[in-house]
């Protein structure tokens, strides 16, 4: 059974997550910052909460949150633990409240780090901040219960080997609440699905197979291929992207994403396999929602799991 996804933000519905800015908080003291922040983290597990009740009365079975739910949550001057937060067990119970309620009904939580987060970084500094970030969003992962963490395998760097060899290496030394919910993406300019199985099959770290990506960067796989080598990489449901292109297959960079799903860009193989497919599409709900009605029109069944207990 396919399980749809919605990515981050909606398009129609009143449904907002907030953020901030690092030069918006150094206009205030550190107690005023603090409190500005728990402030929105609060805003945001209600939205949060709000997100999971829509997808879930809507058919839609996953919902990706955006990395920054914990606005500035590692920046290196605003950042902050946790405990500094005024009312960070109740920020902290409300995020484990949003995910159960997730949980029970069905909606797979995951998040994909921002493009700063690179392992394969050539500059500890970089691999350090990145780091950081995962470390943070498994930390959050805990109380929400979301079980994919997903993230690009970064740059080439003008030597491919020696990048795939120090992503594998950064990924051998992170802690395990971060191993077990990282997964690698293919991307549209560095990493075919090829280059990144090799590293996935040593690490034991699930690829999501993207399949637009793999249209705009092809390698010696076929769509179908790809698809099954990917799925063999995970231990649970695995999780896909699918997005079409804006100017169409014709007219132009095929990179950027159009408003909707074209149904001719949803691969015949996925059609009855359980999976996880998160649509990367501007129209966000929208898109989603008419994706879902194509594919019931041609007999392809929607939905998600049976809820499980935590």
Same mark, same amino acid.
């Given at each position: 059974?396919?399980?749809?996804?919605?990515?981050?933000?909606?398009?129609?519905?009143?449904?907002?997550f907030?953020?901030?800015?690092?030069?918006?908080?150094?206009?205030?003291?550190?107690?005023?910052?603090l409190?500005?922040?728990?402030?929105?983290?609060?805003?945001?597990?209600?939205?949060?909460?709000?997100?999971? @009740? =829509?997808?879930?009365?809507? &058919?839609?079975?996953?919902?990706?949150i955006n +990395?920054?739910?914990?606005?500035?949550?590692?920046?290196?001057?605003?950042?902050?633990?946790?405990?500094?937060?005024?009312?960070?067990?109740?920020?902290?119970?409300?995020?484990?409240? @949003?995910?159960?309620?997730?949980?029970?009904?069905?909606?797979?939580?995951?998040?994909?780090?921002?493009?700063?987060?690179?392992?394969? +970084?050539?500059?500890?500094?970089?691999?350090?901040?990145?780091?950081?970030?995962?470390?943070?969003?498994?930390?959050?992962?805990?109380w929400?219960g979301?079980?994919?963490?997903?993230?690009?395998?970064?740059?080439?760097?003008?030597?491919?080997?020696?990048?795939?060899?120090?992503?594998?290496?950064?990924?051998?030394?992170?802690?395990?609440?971060?191993?077990?919910?990282?997964?690698?993406?293919?991307?549209d300019?560095?990493?075919?699905?090829? &280059?990144?199985?090799?590293?996935?099959?040593?690490?034991?770290?699930?690829?999501?197979?993207?399949?637009?990506?793999?249209?705009?960067?092809?390698?010696?796989?076929?769509?179908?291929?790809?698809?099954?080598?990917? @799925?063999?990489? =995970?231990?649970?449901?695995?999780?896909?992207?699918?997005s079409?292109?804006?100017?169409? =297959?014709?007219?132009?960079?095929?990179?950027?994403?159009?408003?909707?799903?074209?149904?001719?860009?949803?691969?015949?193989? =996925?059609?009855?396999?359980?999976?996880?497919?998160?649509?990367? @599409?501007?129209?966000?709900?929208?898109?989603?929602?008419?994706?879902?009605?194509?594919?019931?029109?041609?007999?392809?069944?929607?939905? &998600?799991?049976?809820?499980?207990?935590r």
């Amino acid at each position: 059974m396919i399980r749809l996804g919605l990515c981050c933000l909606f398009h129609e519905q009143p449904i907002r997550f907030c953020t901030t800015t690092a030069t918006a908080m150094a206009r205030l003291e550190r107690p005023r910052q603090l409190e500005r922040l728990a402030g929105l983290c609060l805003a945001n597990a209600e939205a949060l909460a709000q997100a999971v @009740a =829509w997808c879930a009365a809507n &058919g839609i079975g996953a919902f990706r949150i955006n +990395s920054q739910i914990l606005p500035l949550k590692t920046h290196p001057v605003a950042g902050y633990r946790m405990e500094e937060l005024p009312d960070a067990p109740e920020i902290i119970g409300r995020f484990r409240a @949003a995910g159960l309620a997730a949980l029970r009904a069905g909606v797979r939580l995951s998040m994909h780090p921002d493009q700063f987060v690179v392992l394969n +970084s050539p500059r500890p500094e970089v691999v350090r901040s990145s780091v950081a970030e995962l470390v943070y969003q498994a930390e959050f992962a805990e109380w929400t219960g979301v079980d994919v963490i997903n993230l690009h395998g970064g740059g080439v760097y003008g030597d491919r080997p020696a990048a795939l060899d120090r992503l594998e290496r950064a990924i051998a030394s992170l802690p395990e609440a971060v191993r077990t919910r990282l997964t690698l993406e293919n991307d549209d300019r560095s990493f075919t699905p090829s &280059g990144l199985l090799p590293v996935c099959l040593r690490t034991g770290v699930p690829l999501v197979y993207d399949v637009h990506h793999h249209r705009c960067l092809p390698d010696s796989l076929t769509v179908e291929g790809a698809t099954s080598a990917a @799925a063999k990489t =995970w231990n649970r449901e695995p999780l896909f992207h699918i997005s079409s292109p804006k100017a169409g =297959w014709g007219g132009g960079d095929p990179r950027p994403h159009h408003d909707f799903i074209a149904p001719s860009d949803f691969p015949a193989c =996925w059609h009855n396999l359980d999976l996880t497919i998160e649509v990367e @599409a501007k129209a966000k709900e929208l898109a989603v929602g008419r994706l879902a009605a194509s594919l019931r029109a041609a007999g392809i069944a929607i939905g &998600g799991p049976k809820p499980a207990e935590r």
